[in-house]
C-alpha cells in the first residue's frame, strides 16, 4: 500500500469498489490525490502527504466533540478515569462510575452533558429504534407535488393554502399521511432554480409556499391561473412582489410577533434572512450565487455583510417575515392534520444536498464539501455517471462540530411534520463526491459515519415522536439494509423495483412490514403512463434507450411485463390493453393496499391515474420537470366517481387484514 492510498483509506475514500453489474472499479490516483486535497488533507507530494497523515492521527487522539451512544447499553469513553459526572437536559446531575474504560448503561434517551476530569464531552444517548407507528395500524395516504395543486382562486402555482386543503380532503376520506416534495429554502424570487431538490437551504423553507391566509392576514391576491405548466420564471418574482405587499401591511402586534419569533429562531436564521437579502440585491445584477458576489461578502460574519445589515434593517426582517410565514403555514396544516385524527399528518421530504452557491453553503463552510460535489458513479444505465451539482456535510465538519448541522436539519424539518423521508439515504453510509466541475469518472465514494448519523436520526424521531422513511432503492452499501432495520426506518418499496427472481412482480405479501409500499415516486413512471407506454414515448424521443435495445424490442418487453404484471394484481378478467389504463391503476392501488407494509402510499398522479411523470431523472430542459399541475381544484378531481372508487380501492384494501407470507 503506497502512502497516498493509506491516507485516502484513513480519510474514508475507497479506492476499490463495484458497480451495479458486479465489475470491480479502482479510482485512479490523481482522483485520489485531488480528492484528498479538496477535503482538507493536501496529497500533491510526498511530504504532504506525510504531513496529512500526522494530522490525522493529531485528530484522532483529540477528544471527540459528541460522544453517541446507545440507551441501555456500555458506554466506551475515549478518556479512562474512575468518575465521571452526568447532567441531563433538565440539570439534573448524577456521578457515575467508569469501569473498564465503558460509564454505566443510561435507561433514558436524550442529550447530556459529561464531565470526566477536567474534560466535558456531549453525550447523545439514542433510543434502539425509531418512532414508529402501532403494529396494528395500517396507513395510508398520498403523495402530493405541491405546486401541482390548484384551488378555487386562480393562482400561478400551488402553495400550502392549496396543501392545507388536500389534507383535509385526505383526512376527510380516512388518509393517516401525506407525503410532499420538499419545501427547502430556494432562492427567493428567483425563477430559474426551482427544483426543490436543489435548494439553497435545509435549515429554512420555501417562503413562497407560504400563505397569509393560514395565519389570520388577508389571502394572496387572486392571480393568473397559469396553462398545464407553471410559468415559474414570472411566478416566482411576482409571488415575492406579492409578499413584499403583505409584510408592508403588517398589523404592528403581528410585525412584533414576527420579530419575537425570528429572535427565538437564533443566529442561524437572521443569517439565512442577511443571505436572502444579499441574494436578492446581487441575483439584479446577474450575480448567481455568493461565489459570485464581491469578495468582502463571502464571509458571512465579515465587516461587509455587517454593515449591509445595520444599514438595511427593515429588508432583513422582510425576509425573517417570510421564514415566519412559511413555517407558521406549515406547522398550521400540520396541527390540523392531528386534530382531525390522522397518524402521521405531513411526511416531509429531506433533499440529499444543496447549492454550491446557496445559504448553507455560505453559512456552513467548516461543515460543508468544498470544492467537492456529490453525485452517482457511472454503471450501465449512466456511462458518463451523475453529478448532481449539489455539496452537503462533510464527515470531517459533522464529526469536528459534534454533528451539529445534522441535527438542526432534523430537527427544522421534524419541527412541522409526522415524519420524515431521508433522499438517498445511502449518503448517510457513503457519497459519490467528485471535484467541483469535473465529471463524475474522477469521483469516488466517501464513507460517512453511519452508525452515528442513524443513532442521531432515531433519538431526533424519538424526541419529535416522528417517523423516519429511508429511501433505500438501488445497490445497497454492504450492512446498509440490515443496520436500517435494526435502527427502525422504514424503508421504500416501489412496485417497479420489487421483483421476484424470475423477474416477475412480488405479491403483497412479500413486502416487509417495516417498509413503506408505493405504486411510484416523482422519479418513476406512473401506472397509466408505463401500462400505456408513455415513459417509453419519451425515452425514445429524447434518445433514453438503451444503447443496445429499440423502440419494438422495448415495446416487446413492455408486453411481457405487463403480463407479469396483471398476473401478480391476480385479475380475473382478461388483461386490459395498453390504452385501457384506469383498471390496472386501479389494481395497483389494491395492490399496495393489501402490502404487509406500515405504510401504503400512492402519488397524486396514480391517484388521478395520469399518464405523466412530474420529474424525468436525468433532464433539465428536454422534460417540464416541476411544472405540471392539476387540472383543476383537488376537491372536484377527487369527487369524480372514477377517482372516488380508485381511492376506495386503496382504503379499503387497508382496512383487510394484510396478506399472509407463503
Not at 243 to 253: E, Y
Request: glycine share 10%; aromatic share 8%.
Amino acid at each position: 500500500m503506497t502512502e497516498l492510498h493509506a491516507l485516502a483509506e484513513a480519510i474514508g475514500l475507497v479506492r476499490n469498489w463495484w458497480d451495479v453489474a458486479g465489475k470491480p472499479q479502482t479510482v485512479s490516483d490523481e482522483a485520489l490525490g485531488t480528492i484528498a486535497t479538496a477535503l482538507g488533507y493536501p496529497a500533491d507530494s510526498a511530504a504532504a502527504i506525510a504531513r496529512s497523515l500526522e494530522q490525522i492521527e493529531d485528530e484522532r487522539r483529540r477528544p471527540p466533540a459528541l460522544i453517541v451512544a446507545d440507551a441501555r447499553q456500555p458506554i466506551p469513553l475515549p478518556l479512562s478515569l474512575a468518575r465521571a459526572d452526568l447532567v441531563a437536559e433538565d440539570g439534573t446531575s448524577q456521578a457515575l462510575q467508569i469501569e473498564g474504560g465503558h460509564l454505566p448503561p443510561i435507561v433514558e434517551p436524550g442529550y447530556y452533558r459529561l464531565t470526566i476530569g477536567a474534560h466535558e464531552v456531549a453525550l447523545a444517548v439514542a433510543p434502539p429504534r425509531c418512532h414508529g407507528i402501532e403494529a396494528d395500524r395500517r396507513v395510508w395516504g398520498p403523495s402530493v407535488q405541491i405546486p401541482s395543486l390548484r384551488g378555487r382562486e386562480p393562482q400561478p402555482f400551488g402553495h400550502f393554502g392549496h396543501l392545507d386543503d388536500a389534507v383535509k380532503q385526505f383526512a376527510e376520506r380516512g388518509a393517516d399521511v401525506v407525503m410532499i416534495n420538499p419545501v427547502h429554502a430556494l432562492f427567493p424570487g428567483h425563477g430559474i432554480g426551482f427544483s426543490p431538490y436543489s435548494p439553497s437551504s435545509r435549515l429554512f423553507l420555501n417562503g413562497a409556499m407560504g400563505d397569509p391566509a393560514l395565519v389570520g392576514l388577508p389571502p394572496l391576491p387572486p392571480g393568473e391561473d397559469g396553462e398545464a405548466l407553471i410559468d415559474w420564471e414570472g411566478a416566482l418574482p411576482r409571488r415575492l412582489a406579492q409578499l413584499r405587499k403583505v409584510f408592508d401591511t403588517l398589523p404592528p402586534d403581528v410585525r412584533s410577533r414576527v420579530v419575537g419569533d425570528s429572535l427565538a429562531g437564533g443566529d442561524a436564521l437572521r443569517r439565512h434572512a442577511i443571505f436572502d437579502a444579499l441574494d436578492v440585491r446581487f441575483r439584479a445584477r446577474g450575480l448567481d450565487g455568493w461565489r459570485a458576489w464581491p469578495a468582502p461578502f463571502h464571509a458571512p460574519d465579515g465587516a461587509a455583510v455587517r454593515q449591509f445589515a445595520a444599514e438595511n434593517p427593515d429588508e432583513i426582517t422582510f425576509h425573517l417575515f417570510v421564514q415566519w410565514l412559511a413555517h407558521e403555514s406549515l406547522a398550521a396544516i400540520q396541527g390540523r392534520a392531528k386534530a382531525a385524527g390522522m397518524a402521521v399528518g405531513l411526511l416531509a421530504d429531506l433533499a440529499v444536498g444543496v447549492h454550491t452557491g446557496g445559504s448553507d453553503s455560505w453559512g456552513l463552510r467548516d461543515h460543508l464539501l468544498d470544492g467537492l460535489t456529490i453525485g452517482a458513479p457511472p454503471d450501465p444505465l449512466g456511462p458518463l455517471g451523475q453529478n448532481w451539482m449539489l455539496t452537503t456535510f462533510s464527515p470531517r465538519g459533522l464529526r469536528e462540530s459534534g454533528y451539529a448541522p445534522w441535527i438542526a436539519t432534523l430537527r427544522s424539518t421534524l419541527s412541522r411534520a409526522g415524519g420524515l423521508r431521508i433522499d438517498h439515504a445511502f449518503g448517510l453510509s457513503r457519497l459519490w463526491v467528485m471535484p467541483e466541475g469535473r465529471s463524475s469518472s474522477d469521483g469516488a465514494y466517501l464513507i460517512y459515519p453511519f452508525h452515528d448519523l442513524t443513532r442521531l436520526a432515531a433519538l431526533e424521531s424519538h424526541r419529535a415522536k416522528a417517523l423516519i422513511v429511508a429511501e433505500d432503492l438501488g445497490t445497497k452499501p454492504g450492512g446498509f439494509a440490515e443496520a436500517i432495520d435494526a435502527t427502525g426506518m422504514l424503508g421504500m418499496r416501489v412496485l417497479w423495483f420489487e421483483r421476484a427472481l424470475d423477474h416477475g412482480f412480488i405479491g403483497p405479501q412479500d413486502y416487509p412490514p417495516d417498509s413503506v409500499a408505493m405504486t411510484g415516486t416523482h422519479d418513476t413512471a406512473t401506472v397509466a403512463g408505463w401500462w400505456a407506454g408513455r415513459d417509453l414515448d419519451w425515452a425514445d424521443e429524447l434518445g433514453r434507450l438503451p444503447v443496445d435495445s429499440n423502440r419494438e424490442r422495448e415495446d416487446e418487453r413492455r408486453a411481457w411485463d405487463r403480463g407479469l404484471l396483471w398476473a401478480t394484481f391476480g385479475g380475473s378478467e382478461p388483461r386490459p390493453a395498453p390504452e385501457e389504463t384506469a383498471p390496472v391503476v386501479e389494481a395497483a392501488l389494491r395492490h399496495i393496499g393489501r402490502a404487509r407494509s406500515r405504510i401504503a402510499l400512492a402519488p397524486l398522479e396514480d391517484i388521478l391515474a395520469l399518464e405523466e411523470q412530474p420529474n424525468l431523472p436525468g433532464t433539465i430542459s428536454e422534460h417540464p420537470n416541476w411544472r405540471r399541475r392539476m387540472e383543476a381544484p383537488l376537491e372536484d378531481l377527487l369527487a369524480r366517481p372514477e377517482t372516488a372508487q380508485r381511492i376506495n380501492a386503496l382504503a379499503t384494501a387497508r382496512t383487510e387484514p394484510p396478506a399472509d407470507s407463503w
